[in-house]
């Protein structure tokens, strides 16, 4: 990605008074072309495997593209701690306004997944159709016990087993409140868009079943889940990039 550098967006001020910096990079669209904008998932940045190669494809094949970091997250100012789904919806939408000038498809991986869906409720005619890569709605609400949840109620940080890294994973209790006023799977999603879904039905981490969940609330009629049987949460392995590339190359 060294042929794509790094900028750095200024967030206004109506959304942060301290004017942080919000780090993406940005290949623009041919005219007419759409933009994907890939949204990573938590504690997750733009380097990741997917976002490469979704970068790589688009300039590839005529498409702009764009990655980001959330404030707190990667190269972008900011304490992760600070972070909710709200905000982080208010920068990608600021963002998208500064920098993209044709439709977008949201892309969203695992969190991003549920962050696409805020993003798309106020996007209006721009937005062009949606990705999920084991999308994951609410999980504030099915992937938390009682327990944990009264903690968090309480303005406690609950701490899991992180199995990709050595440090375990936080919840603080801001995001997690914040997300608590944001469920998507209670009720119609006013997304009218083609959606397509690609979940592994070994993931440890967001249950499968969960996209269909998605499918079933989504008002549009264009949608369509595919299932990975041997795919993990990552879908990161060739093949799994293959298909989400595959996605992008059908929409």
Known sequence: ??????EYFALPERIDTARRN??????????????IVFLPGYMSDMDGGKATATMEWARANKRGCLLLDYSGCGSS???????????????VLALIAARANSPVVLVGSSMGGWLMLLVARKLGASLHAMVGIAAAPDFSQWGFDDGQKAKLAAGETVF??????????PTYAKFWQDAQQSLQLGGEI??????????????????????LQLAAALRSDDVQVTLVKDGDHRLSRDTDIEALLGI???L
């Open 1 to 6: 990605m060294t042929h794509i550098p790094i």
């Open 22 to 35: 919000i780090a993406f990079r940005y290949h623009p669209a041919p005219p007419g072309a759409p933009t």
């Open 77 to 91: 100012d900011g304490e992760f701690a600070n972070g909710t789904l709200t905000q982080w919806r208010d920068e």
């Open 160 to 169: 899991e087993d992180n199995p990709y890294g050595p440090e375990p994973t």
């Open 190 to 211: 006013p997304v009218d868009v083609p959606m397509r879904l690609l979940h592994g039905q070994r993931d440890a981490d967001v249950p499968w079943d969960i996209s």
């Open 248 to 250: 992008y190359s059908a």
